[in-house]
């Protein structure tokens, strides 16, 4: 039995959230979050809470009930507060700036690299080693910070590169010049 499915997710001031068929709407301050969910399970909405409610005792239902449960819980949460994931830039000459709506990034290449804001994202680059993806939708926000942690990745030797702020990168040990055995 999840115990995730089963907890109601509160509907905050300023939130609301429709269902229409299988098709969950979340409307707030940040904007508007849709998902489709499975037939296996049925959302409805009551006394300013929302419950995700099995169909039958099924395994897939089950895992289906927490799922959704949680989604929707991110969506709620995105549309009130939003969510940010932080990255930092190490490197010797590494430095970014924001230029309209593009990230310029200068990442040891030969060429500055952009990176274009995608629809409900919105970056940020409060210093110049420091950048900030922020959303409403949790699993948008996740995969623009990867793309953007995959255009250069840590170098195992020195730490150059791009990761999470609250990332722990385990360094290599160099060679050992000069040990005689």
């Known amino acids: ?19 229409a068929g299988n098709i969950v709407t979340v409307k707030g301050a940040k904007g508007t ?3 489709e969910f499975s037939k296996n399970v049925t959302v409805e909405v009551k006394n300013n809470h929302v419950y995700v409610v099995r169909n039958d005792e099924s395994t897939d239902s089950n895992m289906k009930q ?19 994931k932080s990255l930092s830039v190490k490197g010797v000459g590494y430095k970014l700036a924001k230029q309209g709506n593009k990230l310029v990034m ?7 690299v952009e990176f274009a804001e995608v629809e409900g994202i919105t970056l940020e680059a409060p210093d110049n080693n420091t950048i900030l993806v922020k959303g409403a939708d949790k699993q948008l926000v996740g995969a623009v910070a990867a793309k953007i942690k995959a255009l250069r990745p ?28």
Do not use: C, W
């Open 33 to 35: 979050l849709t998902q």
């Open 106 to 112: 200068n990442l040891g290449l030969s060429h500055p």
């Open 154 to 181: 840590i170098e195992p030797y020195h730490g150059y590169g791009i990761k999470y702020t609250n990332e722990t990168v385990l360094l290599k040990p160099g060679k050992s010049a000069g040990k005689k055995k």
């Open 66 to 84: 927490g799922l959704y449960r949680q989604l929707i819980h991110n969506m709620v949460a995105g549309v009130k507060d939003g969510f940010t």
């Open 1 to 19: 039995m999840s115990r995730i499915g089963k907890l109601p997710i509160s509907i905050p001031a300023g939130v609301s959230v429709e269902v």
